[in-house]
């Protein structure tokens, strides 16, 4: 068999970054930056105020109370037209450029309005409530390093310095499930043998959560040459091709006939439960992961293979999700020959994180799946995972934390 870690190291060594395009922010969201991001201007581009109240002389203010006079009323978005002197005052509101002469805004709640005037109640020391020009980033200032992966935060400083990110573009990844007997999800009535198809809708959804275009191939039963003309249309469609489903070791498997035909395939026996078996290869230079059939196993191998393998075609640098250690809560039995990936219920108690299995783990339990919130990763060697022994776990909603050389080597 296989390891996991040579797997996922051919995966990776086995697709490209795709092309860079320059997008506007709204639709750069998940992608990876091609090039670094420098400040063109300083943020904020000018001295402002922290909060509503009145931009006065520090020096006016260092004993309470005093009586000032009022000079103007500066709304944000608009500039003052006077410069504080000694004794004076210029209401402000948040965000407006700090009137010349200022140098500490009274936050309005230490204040009393006057009919010609505002009476301060607090002292306030000299500086506050100012934010200086670039006191987020000045110009020339390094902002995010290429490879670094756009999160709604990242959008908003980029929108903040007015940029227009490179980055590679979006993925298309064309799916299909295979078999006579699998059926639409929406199917009401089953006949004797037939299933309704989970892989899809789970596919899709994990899909769009990443953020990739989707080109769904649909069902594609037990026929060679429908087949055949599906798995070219993805191939030539998109920039990866997910089939579900004949990737194990049955020699007359219709799926892996046809692959063997069309590319460069190869079907691997991965030394992990579940998806062991597992199929990576090429169609007319478009990747192809064949993902096994039971629904489980479809989760873990596009966690394991697909999701990094598709981060990494979007330029990202970081492509395997954070791990974390927790502490069993309970006693179980693994299979010391292979990585074996539990469905787990994650928990704290008195600050430690405790984990629990989530319900019965046979690679067909959709359930138990839908309860877990995470991976417990048991490492290969590992017989029994014992009551209070430390566990490493990959949480399904973690950010990713560890980048390909960190987990891999090389």
Same mark, same amino acid.
């Given at each position: 068999?296989?390891?996991?870690?040579?797997?996922?190291?051919?995966?990776?060594?086995?697709?490209?970054?795709?092309?860079?395009?320059?997008?506007?922010?709204?639709?750069?969201?998940?992608?990876?930056?091609?090039?670094?991001?420098?400040?063109?201007?300083?943020?904020?581009?000018?001295? =402002?105020?922290?909060?509503?109240?009145?931009?006065?002389?520090?020096?006016?203010?260092?004993?309470?109370?005093?009586?000032?006079?009022?000079?103007?009323?500066?709304?944000?978005?608009?500039?003052?037209?006077?410069?504080?002197?000694?004794?004076?005052?210029?209401?402000?509101?948040?965000?407006?450029?700090?009137?010349?002469?200022?140098?500490?805004?009274?936050?309005?709640?230490?204040?009393?309005?006057?009919?010609?005037?505002?009476?301060?109640?607090?002292?306030?020391?000299?500086?506050?409530?100012?934010?200086?020009?670039?006191?987020?980033?000045?110009?020339?200032?390094?902002?995010?390093?290429?490879?670094?992966?756009?999160?709604?935060?990242?959008?908003?400083?980029?929108?903040?310095?007015?940029?227009?990110?490179?980055?590679?573009?979006?993925?298309?990844?064309?799916?299909?499930?295979?078999?006579?007997?699998?059926?639409?999800?929406?199917?009401?009535?089953?006949?004797?043998?037939?299933?309704?198809?989970? =892989?899809?809708?789970?596919?899709?959804?994990?899909?769009?959560?990443?953020?990739?275009?989707?080109?769904?191939?649909?069902?594609?039963?037990?026929?060679?040459?429908?087949?055949?003309?599906?798995?070219?249309?993805?191939?030539?469609?998109?920039?990866?091709?997910?089939?579900?489903?004949?990737?194990?070791?049955?020699?007359?498997?219709?799926?892996?006939?046809?692959?063997?035909?069309?590319?460069?395939?190869?079907?691997?026996?991965?030394?992990?439960?579940?998806?062991?078996?597992?199929?990576?290869?090429?169609?007319?230079?478009?990747?192809?992961?064949?993902?096994?059939? =039971?629904?489980?196993?479809?989760?873990?191998?596009?966690?394991?293979?697909?999701?990094?393998?598709?981060?990494?075609?979007?330029?990202?640098?970081?492509?395997?999700?954070?791990?974390?250690?927790?502490?069993?809560?309970?006693?179980?039995?693994?299979?010391?020959?292979?990585?074996?990936?539990?469905?787990?219920?994650?928990?704290?108690?008195?600050?430690?994180?405790?984990?629990?299995?989530?319900?019965?783990?046979?690679? =067909?339990?959709?359930?138990?799946?839908?309860?877990?919130?995470?991976?417990?990763?048991?490492?290969?060697?590992?017989?029994?995972?014992?009551?209070?022994?430390?566990?490493?776990?990959?949480?399904?909603?973690?950010?990713?934390?560890?980048?390909?050389?960190?987990?891999?080597?090389?």
């Amino acid at each position: 068999m296989r390891s996991l870690e040579k797997a996922q190291r051919d995966v990776l060594a086995g697709v490209s970054s795709l092309p860079v395009v320059e997008l506007p922010v709204w639709d750069a969201l998940g992608l990876g930056l091609a090039s670094p991001v420098v400040a063109p201007h300083d943020v904020p581009p000018f001295t =402002n105020s922290a909060m509503d109240g009145y931009a006065v002389l520090g020096a006016d203010v260092e004993e309470a109370p005093v009586t000032l006079g009022l000079l103007e009323d500066v709304p944000a978005g608009h500039v003052a037209q006077q410069a504080v002197r000694s004794g004076a005052a210029i209401k402000i509101m948040t965000g407006a450029p700090i009137p010349d002469g200022a140098d500490t805004v009274v936050k309005v709640e230490d204040t009393e309005p006057l009919p010609d005037g505002v009476r301060i109640m607090a002292a306030t020391p000299t500086g506050t409530a100012v934010r200086p020009a670039g006191g987020d980033l000045a110009a020339g200032e390094p902002v995010f390093a290429a490879g670094e992966r756009l999160t709604p935060p990242h959008l908003a400083v980029l929108a903040s310095l007015g940029v227009s990110p490179r980055v590679h573009r979006r993925p298309r990844v064309a799916m299909l499930s295979t078999g006579d007997e699998v059926l639409p999800p929406e199917t009401a009535n089953l006949g004797p043998g037939q299933i309704r198809d989970t =892989n899809r809708p789970l596919l899709a959804a994990m899909l769009d959560e990443l953020g990739v275009e989707i080109v769904d191939l649909g069902i594609v039963g037990d026929d060679a040459d429908t087949l055949r003309n599906t798995l070219e249309q993805g191939a030539a469609k998109a920039d990866m091709v997910l089939t579900s489903g004949g990737v194990s070791m049955g020699e007359y498997d219709l799926v892996k006939i046809i692959l063997r035909e069309l590319g460069t395939i190869d079907f691997w026996k991965v030394a992990m439960q579940p998806a062991k078996p597992f199929a990576f290869g090429h169609i007319e230079g478009t990747p192809l992961l064949g993902l096994p059939g =039971n629904p489980v196993s479809v989760m873990v191998a596009f966690e394991q293979f697909a999701r990094p393998a598709l981060l990494r075609m979007m330029g990202c640098r970081s492509v395997f999700r954070a791990r974390a250690v927790a502490r069993s809560a309970e006693t179980w039995r693994t299979d010391p020959a292979k990585t074996v990936f539990t469905r787990v219920v994650t928990e704290i108690e008195d600050g430690v994180t405790l984990v629990r299995s989530s319900g019965a783990q046979s690679s =067909n339990v959709l359930s138990a799946l839908a309860r877990a919130d995470a991976f417990a990763v048991i490492p290969v060697g590992t017989g029994w995972v014992r009551a209070g022994d430390p566990v490493p776990i990959e949480l399904f909603r973690s950010p990713e934390a560890r980048t390909a050389s960190e987990v891999l080597g090389g």
